[in-house]
Nanobody, 122 residues
Framework: QVHLVESGGGLVQAGGSLRLSCAAS?????MGWFRQAPGKEREFVAV????????LYADSVKGRFTISRDNAKNTVSLRMNSLKPEDTAVYYC??????????????????WGQGTQVTVSS
C-alpha cells in the first residue's frame, strides 16, 4: 500500500502561483492530482505516467498547471500558475495501479493523500 503526503497549499490572490508536492512511500506507477470544492464531487486535474513523459490535464487547467514527477525522490508536483478563484478546492494526490495509464476517473486510483487546501482570492 502506497502512503501519500501532500504539501504546498495555501492562500493566494487571483493570478498568482502555487506549487503542490506529494511524497510517496512505496512503488508508484501513474500519479494523479484531483480536487474537490465544497459541495462538489472530486474532479480530475492532471496525471503523469511512471516514466514522466506522458501527461493528461483537465481542460479547465490546461496551459496553466504543470504536473511533473521525480522518480528518484518518489515525488510528484503540481505547478499552478494564473490561479483563478474557481481553482479553490482541497487538492488530493492519488496513486494509480500499473494499468491505470492516464486515468482520469477516481476509480482509476487506489491510494489517496489527506489533501491540501488551496484558496484563491479575487
Amino acid at each position: 500500500q502506497v502512503h501519500l503526503v501532500e504539501s504546498g497549499g495555501g492562500l493566494v490572490q487571483a493570478g498568482g502561483s502555487l506549487r503542490l508536492s506529494c511524497a510517496a512511500s512505496g512503488r508508484t506507477f501513474s500519479m494523479g492530482w484531483f480536487r474537490q470544492a465544497p459541495g462538489k464531487e472530486r474532479e480530475f486535474v492532471a496525471v503523469v505516467r511512471n516514466t514522466g513523459s506522458n501527461t493528461l490535464y483537465a481542460d479547465s487547467v490546461k496551459g496553466r498547471f504543470t504536473i511533473s514527477r521525480d522518480n528518484a525522490k518518489n515525488t510528484v508536483s503540481l505547478r499552478m500558475n494564473s490561479l483563478k478563484p474557481e481553482d479553490t478546492a482541497v487538492y488530493y494526490c492519488a496513486a494509480g495501479s500499473q494499468t491505470s495509464g492516464l486515468g482520469y476517473s477516481v476509480s482509476d486510483y487506489y491510494a489517496w493523500g489527506q489533501g491540501t487546501q488551496v484558496t484563491v482570492s479575487s
